[in-house]
């Protein structure tokens, strides 16, 4: 009686260990690597302060998912959109505004 509630017991612990082995295995196998620095959003002209709030806010998500920064690219936003995107920016953790014409010298960091 007591021997097969110990063997029972030390199967369910085998059996523990084994799916944990294999989940850590199929973890590092299946891992997303980093393979860029930033994950690039471009902002085109014509896109209102809404929009770009929208598109910075689920860029960001997407970066979080994959590990990685997220750097917004100013593409001629008017004003009120510019604002927006920088605060926004500055509220968000690893994530950066640029315009075009400095987007090389954030790509060579």
């Given amino acids: 009686m007591v021997s097969d509630i110990l ?3 030390l199967a369910v612990f085998a059996m523990v260990g084994i799916i944990t082995a294999v989940y850590l295995g199929l973890l590092k196998l299946l891992s997303i690597r ?3 620095k930033y994950l690039l959003l ?3 002209a014509g896109t209102d302060y809404s929009e770009a709030e ?3 806010r689920g860029a960001h998500l997407r970066a979080r998912l994959i ?3 997220l750097l917004a690219v100013d593409c ?3 004003e009120d959109a510019r604002c927006t995107a920088e605060l926004v920016c500055s509220e968000l953790e690893e994530t950066g505004l640029c315009p075009v ?3 090389p010298e954030y790509l060579k960091e």
């Fill in 101 to 103: 014409a400095e987007l």
């Fill in 42 to 44: 471009l902002l085109p």
């Fill in 54 to 56: 929208c598109l910075i």
């Fill in 67 to 69: 590990g990685t920064r």
């Fill in 76 to 78: 001629g936003l008017a």
């Fill in 7 to 9: 063997q029972a017991v």
């Fill in 34 to 36: 980093r393979a860029r």
